[in-house]
């Protein structure tokens, strides 16, 4: 059962209990309101049974009272509770998301620098290439000028 489930139940089990407690209330000062009219003479320190009602019914006024805060208590605190699942649950999707991202600019990152280590790897050859092939044509070039000046001196 999820928060919404239990803070249905709660507000009418509440409701049901104000209620029920309010009905008692009223049940039980009707009846020894008429009970007053049929005064019997009690000795003064005891108290009456219908002061004794006035207590039970003030005592039953209360505790409805205290329900009803009771029960706006709950709902605030289940509000609340819902509030935090949710901003708990978006906080998780946007980590999540940060997650995601962070690893798509890892890959493009890790491909865009492969790609440049082959276009790299490619331009250092060629160097290499072109500089073998002009220095072997200046030592080829170098050489023929040492044996011709060799062969002019003899």
């Given at each position: 059962m ?5 803070d249905l ?5 509440s409701?049901?209990?104000a209620?029920?407690l309010?009905a ?7 009846r ?5 009219e049929v ?7 005891t ?13 039953l ?5 205290l329900?009803?805060e009771?029960?706006?208590e709950i709902?605030a605190r289940?509000?609340?509770a819902?509030?935090?699942e ?6 998780e999707?946007?980590a999540?998301l940060?997650e995601e991202?962070?690893?798509a600019v890892?890959?493009?990152l890790d ?8 276009e790299?790897?490619?331009?250092s050859?060629?160097?290499g290439?072109?500089l ?7 030592f080829f070039?170098a050489?023929v ?8 001196g003899?």
């Amino acid at each position: 059962m999820g928060m919404e489930g239990l803070d249905l139940l709660a507000v009418i089990g509440s409701s049901g209990a104000a209620g029920l407690l309010s009905a008692l209330a009223s049940v039980v000062r009707d009846r020894f309101d008429r009970r007053k009219e049929v005064h019997v003479a009690l000795p003064p320190s005891t108290p009456t049974i219908e002061d004794r009602a006035d207590e039970l019914a003030e005592i039953l006024k209360r505790s409805t009272t205290l329900l009803d805060e009771l029960t706006a208590e709950i709902a605030a605190r289940t509000a609340t509770a819902i509030e935090m699942e949710a901003k708990a649950k978006h906080a998780e999707n946007l980590a999540s998301l940060h997650e995601e991202q962070r690893q798509a600019v890892e890959k493009l990152l890790d491909a865009r620098l492969e790609a440049r280590l082959k276009e790299s790897g490619k331009k250092s050859f060629l160097q290499g290439m072109w500089l073998n092939i002009i220095s072997g044509a200046f030592f080829f070039a170098a050489g023929v000028v040492v044996t011709i000046l060799l062969d002019i001196g003899r």
